[in-house]
């Protein structure tokens, strides 16, 4: 297994809002956290990746490919993310400096990562922005973040998210805020870039719709507990927990109300 979480807990300021979940990730496998605003999922995700907020603390085990992760340090820590752990926020100004062009935010990337030289970190950014279908590479590059639509700036943060090919990628929420076009179109170039690159993937969402077209396995969470798992096709045809349910008949609602291209 790639990662294995075991009774991971999260702590804020003496409250638990993460208690027990544990969940494993094989290599190249595509597993999601799905669970209602609150649920724990992104936490868990911060948690696993050393990026709690101030006055959050977790325990219990994280193993990334038999190594713990749990007490590591910061500068351990920040060597994994990019080589081997990789992340795609919601919202990806959180990832792009507004004040950097899209091209050197990316070469920066590898550069850090890969140990390449500027010149071959600037080719290699043209090639990573063409790889994630952004139009008229040579020229976006040059492009400030705020000159680029919300979808372009996802693909962007995905670029650089991937640029370094980290070996696990996760994906926190990164269709929510695009409308239902561009949101299955970044789905579409999520779930093959991961299957290019066979990377292992995390898919955070509240959309069981949206779970079921990039993960083969999930795990649902409520009030910081794992209320169930297992493959999304079965969750899909036979939901057994209340939470599930619920998210089920949401996203039966999404995938049939009209214009909402889904399944027809």
């Known amino acids: 297994m790639s990662l294995v979480v075991q009774d991971l807990c999260v702590d804020i300021d003496g409250r638990r809002v993460v208690d027990g979940v544990s969940f494993e990730v094989p290599d190249s496998g595509r597993v999601g956290l799905i669970g209602e605003s ?88 043209i090639a990573e922005a063409r790889r994630v279908r952004l139009p008229d590479p040579e020229r976006i590059v040059r492009r400030y973040p705020h000159q680029l639509s919300g979808g372009q700036r996802q693909r962007a943060a995905i670029a650089m998210a991937l640029a370094p090919r980290p070996r696990l990628l996760i994906a926190d929420e990164p269709t929510t805020a695009l409308d239902v076009t561009i949101q299955a179109e970044i789905l579409e170039l999520l779930r093959g870039l991961v299957a290019e690159d066979g990377m292992s993937l995390v898919f955070i969402t509240h959309d069981l719709a949206v779970l079921a077209q990039v ?48 399944a027809r």
């Open 38 to 125: 609150g649920s724990g999922k992104s936490l868990t995700a911060l948690a696993i990746l050393g990026l709690l907020p101030d006055g959050a603390t977790a325990s219990g085990s994280v193993r990334w490919q038999g190594r713990e992760l749990i007490g590591v340090s910061d500068r351990e820590l920040a060597g994994l993310r990019g080589d081997d752990l990789g992340i795609v926020f919601q919202d990806p100004r959180t990832a792009l400096n507004p004040i950097r062009t899209i091209g050197r935010q990316i070469a920066e990337s590898v550069r850090i990562h890969g140990g390449l030289s500027r010149r071959d970190a600037a080719a290699r950014a």
């Open 215 to 262: 993960a083969t396995d999930a795990v649902v969470l409520a009030h910081g507990r794992v209320v169930e798992a297992g493959a999304v096709s079965r969750l899909l045809d036979a939901p057994a927990h209340p939470v599930t349910q619920a998210l089920l008949r949401d996203a039966t609602a999404t995938l049939w109300r009209p214009g909402a291209g889904g």
